[in-house]
């Protein structure tokens, strides 16, 4: 999971931003998700992350490695927080997309502390059945008995299913050391302002069964790309991201 010295805000930060982005981790109208192929298309989008006192930018990025794909975050922090000499946290997810689903193969999380147990490693063999994995300093062994999605795959995942008329996407997502259900519960529609533009955004709670709630806002005609997000803590928010710049925005 990711940075901000504080494994709260790394939570937030690996849904998308784990930001999934992506996700979360996802294309406008005239540049689709998903080709005439079934093939996905590259993009690439950037936010700015805060969490009292520290700022950081983070850039998700798709791209297409041969027949599979390969999924990139990269959170730096910026302003005073960057002297603190801590290295950028890269989270990767390389996968395949078979039948409409994405097909995870590997999972890497690394939060730039330089420290091995902070890193998270999950291969994925769903031949088998099983995943073998590296996380908080211990090996896990898990049944990969459904579909299962890794931490940053699930918001492109989510975005692809939006596209085609599912309302409420739900996922099993493998966190490392377990698999924790993401239920996507939608709240109703809301503008935001991203460049001086006015976009049509629809907000969702990603249910994670945490005490933490975190909200996920999607815009349509961007093929539901995420473009702001939110972590919230008895009522107050924790940290909170915003779009600042995507090869969607033409």
Known sequence: M??????????????????????????TALTPALSLGGELEPYSATYTISRSPFKAERTVELSRDGDEYLLTAKTTLKGLASLAGRDSAVET??????????????????????KPERTIHIEFNFSDGVSRAQARGAEHLLELSQEVLDPLSFELMARIDLRNGVSEPHYLVHEGDHLRPYQFVLQGPETIIISQRRLETYRYLIDRQSSRQLYYWLCPKLDHLMVQLRQVHNEKTKASGILRSSSLLL
């Open 93 to 114: 997810s390389r996968f395949r997309f078979e039948g409409g689903r994405i097909v995870p193969i590997l999972y890497t999380a690394d939060d730039g502390s330089g």
């Open 2 to 27: 990711h940075p901000i010295f504080s494994r709260h805000y790394a939570s937030l930060i690996s849904y998308v931003l784990r930001i999934s982005v992506a996700p979360v981790l996802l294309l």
